[in-house]
């Protein structure tokens, strides 16, 4: 049998990103079917504008997470770099090729950091999340008047003569209707995007993970638990030590 060696991959820093990003996940896609199935659990308007608040609250975490994130992404340790998450460089194709036919043959190749196909379901995550950081931004300003977009939102909206800072959410007599409906049309696509990238995020986690569990199970390596304790016993020399 061989040897088992602990190895430290996940700093502190990347350990803390990924939980604190997993719970406003969590959060985000509950609040969210709240407020898009307000009309069938009878939600008042006053309760959809609650649960738009605290949803773009939450958001604003998760924009912040990311925005640490990517920085780190240039500074953390080697398995925090950009080089380590995202797929491509030198003898990456040739590495995911070997690396699905070890796994379909039953003898995995090990990794520290992201296995080859893990890179292009984090970085399609990675892209997910950064179209719904966009995209809740713009609608937290044309719908609650909130920054980082708000304070410009309501000077478009804003009836004649009033005062954009006193502008309410759901305040119809507040706005001029012309200026309304072109910042209406101008926020659609934002809503469509911010949707779609909501659906598609739910089967990319998803698949993160059965694949983390199903990589668990075959390969060992505690990938897990690493999450969080920052370190992965292998019994094999990892590809990427």
Known sequence: M?????????DPPTRLFHWINAIC????????????????????????????TVHT??????????????????????????????????????ALGSYIRAFLSRRPEHYLGHNPLGRLS?????????????????????????PPLGHWMAQWVAAPGLDPASLAPNSPAMYDKASFDSMRAFRKPFILAHLYAYYALLVIVSMHIVGAVVSEIREGGNSISATFTGRKILSENPADA
């Open 25 to 52: 996940a969590v959060l985000l896609v509950v609040v969210g079917y709240l407020i898009l199935n307000a009309r069938t659990f009878e939600i008042p308007r006053t309760g959809s504008l609650k649960l738009k």
């Open 122 to 146: 984090v970085t399609a995550m990675l892209l997910l999340i950064a179209v719904l950081a966009i995209s809740g931004l713009v609608l937290a300003g044309t719908d609650l008047f909130y």
């Open 57 to 94: 609250w939450i958001g604003y975490v998760f924009v912040v997470n990311l925005a640490i994130r990517i920085v780190w992404a240039f500074v953390g340790n080697r398995y925090a770099r950009w080089r380590a998450i995202l797929p491509g460089g030198r003898g990456y194709l040739s």
């Open 2 to 10: 061989s040897e088992l060696k602990t190895y430290t991959v996940w």
